[in-house]
C-alpha cells in the first residue's frame, strides 16, 4: 500500500511569505505528528494529532505555526510570515494508533528554505 | 523527561567491519526504544524497536541492539558493515504522557560512513 506523502518536496519563501506543507498519512492510520528537523539534528516534535483532534501542540516554535487535521486523514502545517530560522525539513508520520507499540511511518519530508 | 544520548555525530567503519553506533537513554518510566535510518532525501525508516519483550532486539538488513537498564544504553550493532549501510541513523525514546500517546524524542544522529 501507498506510503506517507508529503507536499512539495521542497519549498522556498522569501521572508515574510506564508505556506502551506501538506501530508498524506496512510489510510486508517489514527495518530498523526508533525516534526522539525534542522540541519544536523534529529527531528523535534511539533504537534500530534488523534483523528482530527489536535491534543498536543507543545512543541509548535511560535504562534506563526499552525497546524490542522480537519477530516482526520489529510494535514496541513501553516507558517505564517516565514523566518530564516523556519529553515528546516519538516516530516510528517502516521501510527495506527498513539500507543507506543505501533510504529511510526515517516513520509519523505518537505524541504524549506527560507531566503 | 526523557532524552537520547548519541556518542559520535560520524563513525567510519570498513566494509566488513562491526558497526557499532551508541545510545543511551533517560526515562522515568521504562520506555520503548527504536532506531531509525534515514538516506538522503528520505524520510526515517524504522530498524528495530524495544517494547519490553525481549532485551535483544534484532531488526533489518541485520541490525540489532541490546537493551541493558543497568546502562541505559540501547546500542547499535551489526557484524559486518555493508556500502548499503551508509546513511544516518537516529535513537529514539518514546513513553506514554498524560494524553495516553507516546511522544518520541530522537537523539542528534550518527552519521555512518562505510570505506570500502
Known amino acids: 500500500g501507498a506510503g506517507v506523502s508529503q507536499s512539495p518536496r521542497y519549498k522556498v519563501a522569501k521572508r515574510g511569505q506564508d505556506v502551506a506543507l501538506r501530508c498524506d498519512p496512510i489510510?486508517?492510520?489514527?495518530?498523526l505528528f508533525w516534526y522539525q528537523q534542522a540541519l544536523g539534528q534529529g527531528p523535534e516534535f511539533l504537534t500530534y494529532?488523534?483523528?482530527?483532534?489536535?491534543?498536543?501542540k507543545s512543541g509548535l516554535p511560535s504562534d506563526r505555526f499552525f497546524a490542522e487535521r480537519p477530516e482526520g486523514s489529510v494535514s496541513t502545517l501553516k507558517i505564517q510570515r516565514t523566518q530564516q530560522e523556519d529553515s528546516a525539513v519538516y516530516l510528517c508520520?502516521?501510527?495506527?494508533?498513539?500507543?507506543?507499540?505501533?510504529?511510526?511511518?515517516f513520509g519523505p519530508g518537505t524541504r524549506l528554505t527560507v531566503t | 523527561a526523557q532524552s537520547v544520548t548519541q556518542l559520535g555525530s560520524h563513525v567510519s567503519v570498513s566494509e566488513g567491519a562491526l558497526v557499532l553506533l551508541r545510545c543511551n537513554y533517560s526515562?522515568?518510566?521504562?520506555?520503548?526504544l527504536f532506531w531509525y535510518v534515514q538516506y538522503p532525501n528520505q524520510g526515517l525508516q524504522l530498524l528495530l524497536k524495544?517494547?519490553?519483550?525481549?532485551?535483544l532486539v534484532k531488526g533489518i538488513n541485520g541490525f540489532e541492539a541490546e537493551f541493558k537498564k543497568s546502562e541505559t544504553s540501547f546500542h547499535l550493532t551489526k557484524p559486518s558493515a555493508h556500502m548499503s549501510d551508509a546513511a544516518e541513523y537516529f535513537c529514539?525514546?518514546?513513553?506514554?504522557?498524560?494524553?495516553?500517546?507516546?511522544?518520541?524524542?530522537f537523539g542528534i544522529g550518527t552519521k555512518l560512513q562505510v570505506i570500502p
Open positions: 508520520a502516521s501510527s495506527l494508533t498513539g500507543q507506543g507499540r505501533y510504529e511510526q511511518y
Open positions: 489510510s486508517g492510520h489514527v495518530s
Open positions: 494529532f488523534q483523528n482530527e483532534a489536535q491534543l498536543d
Open positions: 526515562s522515568s518510566v521504562p520506555p520503548y
Open positions: 524495544y517494547t519490553s519483550a525481549a532485551t
Open positions: 529514539a525514546v518514546s513513553e506514554s504522557n498524560s494524553g495516553g500517546y507516546q511522544k518520541v524524542t
